[in-house]
């Protein structure tokens, strides 16, 4: 039986500017992909890796994930009265009874590397998650991202980042990295480096919003000086750590939808729609008519 991961940190404190003016007053984590948020679909992959504490570093501004996961009394109270046994279910079961939720906020907008070092007093030493809501990532019939990537990190004892290949021209849109092949799946890194101009970049492999590290990272982020764009990397907290222990890049199975940005939204919509038995049909019917 695999270990779980009990603690998952979702950095949620962005301003979410590419989708103003819906972001002045939505958290870009709570934008629908049909009728769940963002943060509900991230949430629920923590959960099947055994997550059963989710630490939410936000800013002061945002309340709507808290209010989210809160208990809704008038609105469940009215549900009950009118029958509606199946939206109740819905609205009761957003998260699992064993599991909590943690709010802690990051005073300033300091970078990844700082929104996780927030979550330092919650989570101890042990190895935790850290999943970025807006890079949806669906697996179908199959274990979900991170549930794969902690049985990897836990089998090899050693932190675990999930990456992608994309376009060499678009290095500079992402922590980049450098690594020995193991497997057909996984690989031993030996360089990081974030967002690099294509011409310099090791790779093409490019870091996308999953991690399984360990809690030693903490003593390491605290060090870890202002880099790109004047902000605390993780990127260059995982460099730093790559001289005390290994750490793994993943090709995750599953497919990945950039949903911080408007065109993987609308292509994550119209996936999961096509994939939903009772709109499949219209979806595919009106996409025939454009």
Do not use: W
């Not at 870009?28 to 504490?53: F, N």
């Not at 222990?245 to 990945?256: E, I």
């Amino acid at each position: 039986m695999s270990q779980p991961l009990r603690k998952v940190v979702f950095p949620v404190a962005g301003l979410g500017t590419r989708f103003l003016p819906a972001t002045k007053t939505v958290a870009k984590e709570m934008l629908p992909v049909l009728d769940r948020p963002l943060i509900q679909y991230a949430v629920d992959e923590a959960v099947q890796a055994g997550a059963d504490t989710l630490i939410f570093v936000t800013n002061r501004y945002k309340h709507a994930i808290a209010d989210y996961f809160d208990k809704a009394y008038e609105l469940e109270a009215k549900l009950e009265q009118a029958g509606k046994k199946e939206l109740l279910d819905i609205v009761q079961n957003v998260l699992p009874k064993h599991a909590r939720c943690v709010f802690v906020t990051q005073p300033e907008a300091l970078g990844l590397g700082h929104a996780v070092l927030c979550a330092k007093p919650v989570i101890g030493d042990e190895m935790f998650g850290v999943i970025l809501a807006d890079d949806l990532i669906s697996n179908a019939g199959g274990d979900g991202c991170l549930k794969q990537m902690a049985d990897l990190a836990f089998a090899e004892n050693a932190g675990v980042i999930a990456v992608e290949e994309v376009p060499h021209d678009e290095t500079h849109k992402y922590g980049i990295v450098d690594a020995t092949p193991l497997t057909e799946r996984s690989a031993q890194i030996k360089f990081m480096v974030e967002k690099p101009k294509p011409e310099v970049a090791p790779s093409n492999l490019a870091v996308v919003g999953r991690y399984v590290l360990p809690g030693s990272i903490f003593s390491l982020l605290e060090k870890t000086k202002p880099g790109a764009g004047g902000e605390i990397q993780l990127t260059d907290g995982i460099q730093a750590l790559l001289h005390e222990q290994r750490v793994l890049a993943y090709r995750f199975a599953g497919t990945r939808y950039d949903c911080g940005s408007k065109i993987g939204l609308v292509q994550a919509t119209i996936r999961f729609a096509l994939d939903d038995p009772k709109l499949a049909a219209a979806t595919r019917a009106f996409i025939a008519q454009q």
